[in-house]
């Protein structure tokens, strides 16, 4: 059973960048398809960003420009950068892996989830 732990999150300022990472256990991750979703209060979980395993990316409309996913198969780790963070990023943010490596905007088609990490956005 493959365990995801997301990591990177924290306070941050307007404009500031952040790097999240999401670690993979248990097997490995270098032929699904990951993805990056996030949650504000009150507010439905949204797609961030996805990729395949042939490193196809995937963007939600509302983070292109700013936001960049990659993976590191060999550390079986995806990575998403944050630039230019404002206050609607701020969100909890969740890792999601699939084994059918094509990316989705959908969370329902993906098999695995961590538990999030907190980004925090003061102005």
């Known amino acids: 059973q493959v365990q995801l732990v997301e990591s990177g999150g924290g306070l941050v300022q307007s404009g500031d960048s952040l790097k999240l990472s999401c670690v993979a256990s248990g097997g490995t991750i270098g032929t699904y398809g990951m993805a990056w979703f996030r949650q504000a209060p009150r507010k439905e979980r949204q797609f961030v960003a996805a990729i395949s395993r042939d490193i196809v990316t995937l963007y939600a409309d509302s983070v292109k420009g700013r936001f960049t996913i990659s993976r590191d198969n060999a550390k079986n780790t995806v990575y998403l950068q944050i630039n230019s963070l404002n206050s609607e990023d701020a969100a909890v943010y969740y890792c999601?892996?699939?084994?059918?490596?094509?990316?989705?905007?959908?969370?329902?088609?993906?098999?695995?989830w961590g538990q999030g990490t907190q980004v925090t956005v003061s102005a």
């Open positions: 999601a892996g699939r084994r059918a490596g094509l990316p989705t905007k959908s969370a329902s088609l993906y098999d695995y």
